[in-house]
């Protein structure tokens, strides 16, 4: 499977629990993204890297959340002291830098639910 | 916010071409319109994109007016399984910007 993956699909936890979730991107791509998405709602950029460097970030991802990508290819989301407003689809995405559009290759998600 | 404005849920029968709306009428001259799909359950599909003229790919039909205010995603022979949430983007090219999503049509494509 060439696609974006990301693990696990599912995560449940306890609220005050640390979570962290992986994303494989496609091989060739520089550009990886993360995006939170609600019910009802449409994907909510978090945070995009090329290659290693985190170059954005939104006011959404507050201190308890961290993303990196160690080597430039896969990336990890972590939240700390999980909240119940933390419970969401992570989504993530990749791209080649080079391309002229922003043609975005996104995974399936990990649908993190916080009891 | 997102820049676009599209119509919450429309409905279309299997078979038939399935038209949908997408108004941008503050998109400045360097950004894109990008068109997206959601299917239930799994992480948005990237459609097609423009900019000025006309596309078409294998998936759909962008059509943009003149003035660039607005667009619409032609599905020629609409599935059941192009029942999705479409995303309507503007966005510049390139490194410039990320894609805000809005909330999107939600297509029924009944039999």
């Known amino acids: 499977d060439t696609g974006v993956s990301q693990n696990p699909r599912h995560k449940i936890t306890k609220r005050g629990q640390n979570v962290t979730f992986r994303c494989d991107p496609i091989?060739?791509?520089?550009?990886l993204y993360w995006y939170r998405q609600t019910l009802g709602q449409g994907p909510e950029f978090l945070t995009y890297?090329?290659?290693?460097?985190?170059?954005?970030k939104s006011r959404l991802l507050s201190d308890r959340f961290s993303a990196e990508r160690p080597k430039g290819s896969f990336s990890t989301l972590e939240i700390q002291r999980t909240e119940q407003g933390d419970s969401a689809m992570y989504l993530c995405?990749?791209?080649?830098?080079?391309?002229?559009?922003?043609?975005?290759?996104f995974g399936s998600g990990t649908q993190l639910s916080v009891l | 916010d997102a820049k676009t404005t599209q119509p919450p849920s429309m409905d279309c029968a299997e078979g038939r071409a399935a038209n949908l709306p997408c108004n941008h009428s503050?998109?400045?001259?360097?950004?894109?319109v990008y068109w997206y799909r959601q299917i239930h359950s799994q992480g948005p599909q990237y459609i097609i994109h423009?900019?000025?003229n006309n596309e078409t790919n294998e998936m759909a039909s962008l059509i943009i007016t003149e003035d660039r205010k607005s667009s619409t995603l032609i599905l020629p022979h609409a599935t059941l399984r192009d029942t999705a949430v479409y995303y309507c983007?503007?966005?510049?090219?390139?490194?410039?910007?990320?894609?805000?999503f809005g909330k999107g049509t939600k297509l029924s494509v009944k039999p």
């Open positions: 995405a990749s791209s080649f830098e080079a391309a002229i559009s922003k043609k975005l290759f």
């Open positions: 091989s060739e791509h520089n550009r």
């Open positions: 890297f090329q290659n290693e460097a985190q170059l954005e």
């Open positions: 503050t998109i400045s001259g360097n950004e894109y």
């Open positions: 423009g900019l000025k």
């Open positions: 983007i503007v966005s510049a090219g390139g490194s410039q910007g990320n894609l805000i």
